[in-house]
């Protein structure tokens, strides 16, 4: 049953389309992906760059869609059998975690189904599945703590470690946050007595060690990229946004995470979040309450447990809220994200898998009661409440569960594989770069979230996005030239010779772009600025040349449209523009004709335009 809840909707959820979910690679080329992982340095993105937890890619995420290629699915089955397979993995190893306590009945049922269909993971799946990785391991780590505890010897701990590896090379601190459950436990047995401080010390031992053995790949990975690569924790939200969503009532039903309430210009970022904040929203709170109901009339062997992780995970959760006047204890957190270590620790709401367990545990105990008290009324009372966990997490049965907004077609769009084999054939001594710059890729034919184009060529590859990556130097520089690009200031004498500065070899414009979404250039704007511009060879379009209007969520339609002529003309939605007399990539500088130029990136930009 828990396999056909986790895989038969995502199945049936928007046949043929790909979510843009966690990196679109995965879906183009998932074995240049795979091989380019191992690699801290990667000189193709970005003028080069150090990567940031793309070692992570390595296991398991990485083979599971080279193997989904290899065997020729689709992409989108792929993908929902890899979220089906996290769902499955989340409820067989909340099954699992109570058989090793002892549970039996519709216990297990209700609290397995319980914690699979948490509305948690609806901040996660259709854009960074991955974090969803630790919620899912959770369960088998408590698991395997209880039965190291009870059983001397490596195994147990060894297995721990594996699970670590495979849960949690791709995000650090959604691992190090639920962590926190397996210490916890072995404290809380301690403290009661029902087990000796001293066996408890040796498997908390037993159990850091393989954890460290296990997670030395990921952890070197992560010193190295802080040392040698840009601060990405400071280029993205802060902890104060974090903080802000982070209140105790979102944290009780499962929520609380930032994203999760955010609203773009056309709708919501996460577009079932509506749904909790109307006729879904007393479900939701409805069923915490029916544990917590559960643990005040109810004893059982481990009401304290599963209560102490309540708290822990609300606690952790809430943090530093609200932040400009936290408790105690909150304010301590503050002031500790104020360094580079606490930073890393600032998304709190991912510690929420510690109180959905706990939760979980309580509904299937006051199930497992109801057996005891009124035998014929446990499979009633289970089924009850199965149905409720089953409509709280409603636009899984909706299809609505994968976000319209982040959605594309199985196949891209062809004339993109001819420009892609077009600028192929000109080698990889250059690198191409793509304009205009866009937060995310969303196109008219669909939100791949990743520009496509690096997953179709195996040219290096550079273009402005929302996270910059490459030194300080080249992403200053590249920030400042797509800044010109973007309000329409830039001087088109200065492309040609800051494209040789470079090192690249073919400019593309991309002008099937959603241009309203992130407020980039217009196309036919963009086109009539650099069609002329000197120090190109002739246009090399590919598609058929339609206008590219707005969406009628955000028209756009304004003086500026309303002025363009008739008959003006549209530009191709993919236009490669070599340049002459291209630089390449290694090249050796004169050093009898050097220049120093006193400024910065936007004063190398200005300058271009001398030449």
């Known amino acids: ?65 080279w193997l989904g290629e290899a065997i020729g699915l689709p992409d989108w089955i792929t993908q929902r059998l890899w979220l089906g397979s996290v769902l499955l993995a989340a409820g067989l190893g909340m099954r699992w975690f109570l058989r ?3 549970w039996r009945g519709a216990a297990l049922l209700v609290s397995s189904l319980s914690y699979m269909l948490s509305p948690y993971l609806l901040n996660y799946v259709d854009r960074h599945s991955v974090i969803l990785l630790p919620w899912a391991g959770l369960p088998w780590l408590m698991g395997l703590t ?14 721990f470690g594996l699970v670590t590896l ?62 040698y690569g840009l601060p990405t924790l400071h280029l993205t939200e802060n902890y104060k946004v974090v903080s802000d969503a982070a209140t105790a009532p979102e944290l009780f039903r ?8 955010g609203q773009g210009r056309l709708g919501a970022w996460i577009e079932p979040a509506t749904s909790y904040t109307r006729w879904a929203l007393p479900l939701s709170f409805a069923l915490p309450l029916l544990a917590l109901l559960a643990a005040a009339i109810i004893r059982f062997r481990h009401r304290g447990h599963a209560l102490m992780l309540i708290v822990l995970g609300l606690l952790v959760g809430i943090g530093a809220h609200p932040y400009d006047g936290p408790s105690p204890l909150g304010r301590i957190f503050r002031d500790l994200t104020l360094t580079d270590a606490g930073l890393a620790l600032r998304s709190t709401p991912r510690a929420l898998p510690l109180s959905i367990l706990g939760t979980s545990m309580l509904l299937g105990a006051g199930a497992a009661a109801m057996g005891r008290w009124r035998p014929r009324w446990e499979q009633p009372v289970a089924a009850l409440l199965c149905v409720l966990v089953v409509a709280n997490l409603s636009p899984l049965w909706q299809g609505e569960i994968l976000g319209s907004l982040v959605q594309r077609p199985e196949d891209v769009p062809g004339y993109w594989h001819e420009a892609a084999a077009h ?43 929302l996270i910059p990556q490459g030194s300080p ?27 040789r500065l470079m090192g690249v070899g ?22 009539a600025d650099l069609r002329d511009a000197p120090g190109f060879g002739p246009a090399v379009s590919f598609g058929t040349p339609v206008a590219n209007v707005a969406g009628p969520e955000r028209p756009l339609l304004d003086q500026h449209t309303l002025s363009r002529p008739v008959g003006s003309q549209h530009p191709a939605p993919a236009i490669v523009l070599p340049v002459l007399d291209a630089q390449s990539i290694l090249r050796i500088a004169d050093p009898t004709r050097s220049i120093v130029l006193s400024g910065d990136a936007d004063g190398l930009v200005a300058a271009a335009g001398e030449g």
């Open 254 to 261: 499962g929520l609380g995470y930032w994203y999760f309430y």
């Open 473 to 499: 130097a080249s992403a200053a520089l590249l920030v400042a030239l797509d800044s010109e690009v973007q309000e329409g200031r830039l001087d088109p004498d200065g492309l040609a010779p800051l494209a």
């Open 166 to 227: 495979t849960v949690g090379g791709v995000n650090a601190s959604s691992l190090l946050l639920v962590g926190i459950g397996p210490v916890a436990w072995l404290a809380w047995c301690a403290v009661e007595g029902s087990a000796p401080w001293r066996r408890v010390v040796g498997t908390a031992a037993r159990i850091g060690l393989a954890f460290a053995a296990t997670g030395i790949w990921w952890m070197v990975g992560l010193a190295i990229q802080s040392r």
């Open 423 to 465: 600028l192929d054939a000109s080698g990889d001594g250059t690198r191409v770069l793509e304009l205009p710059g866009s937060d995310f890729a969303a196109y008219r034919w669909g939100n791949s979230g990743d520009p496509v184009l690096p997953g179709l060529m195996d040219r290096p590859y550079v273009a402005r996005e």
């Open 1 to 65: 049953m828990l396999a056909a809840v986790a895989y038969l909707p995502l199945l049936a959820n928007d046949m043929g389309r790909v979510a843009a979910d966690t990196k679109a690679y995965l879906y183009l080329d998932p074995g240049r992906l795979l091989a380019g992982a191992p690699y801290m340095w990667q000189p193709e993105v970005a003028m080069g760059t150090v990567t940031h937890q793309n070692i992570g890619y390595l296991w398991p995420v990485g083979p599971f869609f």
């Open 506 to 527: 073919d400019i593309v414009l991309r002008s099937d772009l959603q241009f309203e979404r992130f407020r980039t250039p217009r196309p036919d704007d963009l086109w």
């Open 100 to 102: 090793t306590l002892g």
């Open 146 to 159: 209880v039965r190291a505890l009870r059983t001397p010897g490596w195994r147990h701990a060894a297995i």
